[in-house]
């Protein structure tokens, strides 16, 4: 069964750091993964989509087939990416639907 | 454009009642998706409506039921409220057969059963 797991609930870093959000997911299918972001009293909303190899706000991921894994990166963290951050999997084709995972809390501090 | 805009907010129901959330979808989209995301959890696909009818639904018994009207907008009708049903739902529009470009979702309604 199709399944995304992000195995760290919380990761708190220092302004300036590395940040790696990792995700891993199950699915026998080949797979459309996306990152999805909410900031604090903000409504949930697209951070990017595998297909596109886009980097926004600085972040980035890359697809690993073989480690199965779609891990968030940003080399230099910034207090402002302190959020909630979930990453999902699509499922069901282009008419598809996500599976989330629980979510990372991200908190930079300065 | 004002996005996905979802009503009421919150809302507080007694066990065993009904209760009906809704969702307009953003400008220019023709496809609605449900979720359910409890405390601690991502969000949890519910189902999808597009022209007019339900075309995938996840694992959820049918206390839970949708309806979608030709200006696209949506509600989900929730019966027999059970106290596990206390959940943010959120509604996620998009473009039929766009999946892949991304969801823009709603701020929510927050559904507390007592």
């Known amino acids: 069964a199709q399944r995304v797991t992000q195995p760290e609930k919380l990761l708190s870093v220092f302004k300036g750091a590395p940040v790696e959000l990792k995700c891993n997911y199950s699915y026998s299918g080949s797979p459309e993964l996306f990152w999805y972001v909410q900031y604090s009293r903000q409504r949930l909303q697209l951070l990017l989509r595998?297909?596109s190899r886009e980097s926004i706000k600085g972040f980035t991921a890359d697809l690993n087939k073989g480690e199965t894994s779609f891990h968030l990166k940003k080399p230099f963290a910034q207090e402002e990416d302190s959020a909630m951050y979930y990453c999902?999997?699509?499922?069901?084709?282009?008419?598809?639907?996500?599976?989330f995972g629980k979510g990372t809390k991200l908190s930079v501090k300065p | 454009d004002a996005g996905v805009t979802q009503s009421p907010t919150h809302l507080i129901k007694t066990r065993g009642q009904q209760v009906t959330l809704r969702c307009s979808p953003k400008s220019g989209h023709d496809t609605v998706s449900w979720y359910q995301q409890a405390l601690g959890q991502g969000p949890q696909f519910i189902f999808q409506y597009y022209e007019e009818e339900e075309r995938q639904r996840g694992n959820f018994p049918d206390r839970f039921s949708g309806h979608q009207f030709p200006n696209y907008s949506s509600e989900l009708n929730v019966n027999a409220l059970l106290l596990g049903d206390s959940a943010l739902y959120l509604c996620?529009?998009?473009?039929?057969?766009?999946?892949?470009?991304?969801?823009?979702f709603g701020s929510g309604t927050r559904l507390t059963v007592v």
């Open positions: 996620a529009s998009s473009l039929w057969d766009r999946v892949t470009y991304g969801y823009t």
């Open positions: 999902a999997l699509n499922y069901g084709g282009s008419q598809g639907n996500l599976i």
């Open positions: 595998h297909i």
